[in-house]
C-alpha cells in the first residue's frame, strides 16, 4: 500500500516553456501532499506544502508565481513549471501524508526536468 | 526546525547488523523521528518513524534515547540492496511547520558483499 505515482517521469523542453508535473496518491486519499527539488549531489529541498481544495504554502525563496501547485482532488496534485529557464533543470519529487493522524510520508519516484 | 546530525558515510558488510547513528539535541516534546533512505535517481523511501519509545517493523529498527537527543536506526541484517543515503528528519512540532520534513545531507552507507 501507500504508493505515489509520478508523471512524466522524465521531461525536456525549451527554454521558455512551461512544465506540467502530475502526483498521484494510487491507493490512499492524501490529505497533504509535498513537492521537493533536488539538485545533482545535494539533498532534498521543500519548495512547498499543498492541502486539498486550499492554496499551497511555499517555502521561503520559492517563487509561487513561477512554480504554481494544484490540488484538486485528494489523489492529484500537480506541479507546474512556468517559463522554464536551464536553472530549473532538476529532480522533482512529491510525497503525499494519507492521515494527518499519521506522519509518515510516501514519495513518488521523482520526475526528471531538463531545460534546454 | 529542529536540526540533526547524522556522520556522513558509514560502511558495513553484508549480513551484518548496521548502526546509524542521529544526535537531535534540540528536539521539542511533540517532534517525531523520522528515517527515510534514498537510492540515486529515486524518490525517498520511508524506513521507520517514533516518538518516545523504541519502534520495529519488517524493515528496521528504531533505538531512541531516554532523553531523545539522539536515536538509532538499526538494520539487523544489511543487504546490498539497503545502500542508500539514510536521513534522519525531525517532523511534527506543531505551528506552521507541522508535516513537514526538511532534509538535511543524510548518511551514505556502503554495504560491502
Known amino acids: 500500500g501507500a504508493v505515489v505515482s509520478q508523471h512524466p517521469s522524465r521531461v525536456i523542453c525549451k527554454s521558455g516553456t512551461s512544465v506540467k508535473i502530475e502526483c498521484r496518491s494510487l491507493?490512499?486519499?492524501?490529505?497533504?501532499m509535498f513537492w521537493y527539488r533536488q539538485f545533482p549531489k545535494q539533498s532534498l529541498m521543500l519548495m512547498a506544502t499543498?492541502?486539498?481544495?486550499?492554496?499551497?504554502?511555499?517555502e521561503q525563496g520559492v517563487e509561487k508565481d513561477k512554480f504554481l501547485i494544484n490540488h484538486a482532488s485528494l489523489t492529484l496534485s500537480t506541479l507546474t513549471v512556468t517559463s522554464a529557464h536551464p536553472e530549473d533543470s532538476s529532480f522533482y519529487i512529491c510525497?503525499?501524508?494519507?492521515?494527518?493522524?499519521?506522519?509518515?510520508?510516501?514519495f513518488g519516484p521523482g520526475t526528471r526536468l531538463t531545460v534546454t | 526546525d529542529a536540526k540533526t546530525t547524522q556522520p556522513n558515510s558509514m560502511e558495513s558488510n553484508e549480513e551484518e547488523p548496521v548502526h546509524l547513528p542521529c544526535n537531535h539535541s534540540t528536539i521539542s516534546g511533540t517532534d517525531y523521528i523520522h528515517w527515510y533512505r534514498q537510492l540515486p535517481s529515486q524518490g525517498p523511501e520511508y524506513v521507520i518513524h517514533g516518538l518516545t519509545s523504541n519502534v520495529n517493523n519488517r524493515m528496521a529498527s528504531l533505538a531512541i534515547a531516554e532523553d531523545r537527543k539522539s536515536s538509532t536506526l538499526i538494520l539487523h541484517r544489511a543487504t546490498l540492496r539497503d545502500a542508500a543515503v539514510y536521513y534522519c528528519i525531525l517532523s511534527g512540532g506543531g505551528g506552521s511547520t507541522l508535516g513537514r520534513l526538511y532534509f538535511g545531507r543524510g548518511t551514505q552507507l556502503t554495504v560491502w558483499p
Open positions: 491507493d490512499f486519499q492524501a490529505t497533504t
Open positions: 499543498s492541502n486539498e481544495g486550499s492554496k499551497a504554502t511555499y
Open positions: 510525497s503525499a501524508r494519507d492521515q494527518i493522524a499519521r506522519p509518515e510520508q510516501y
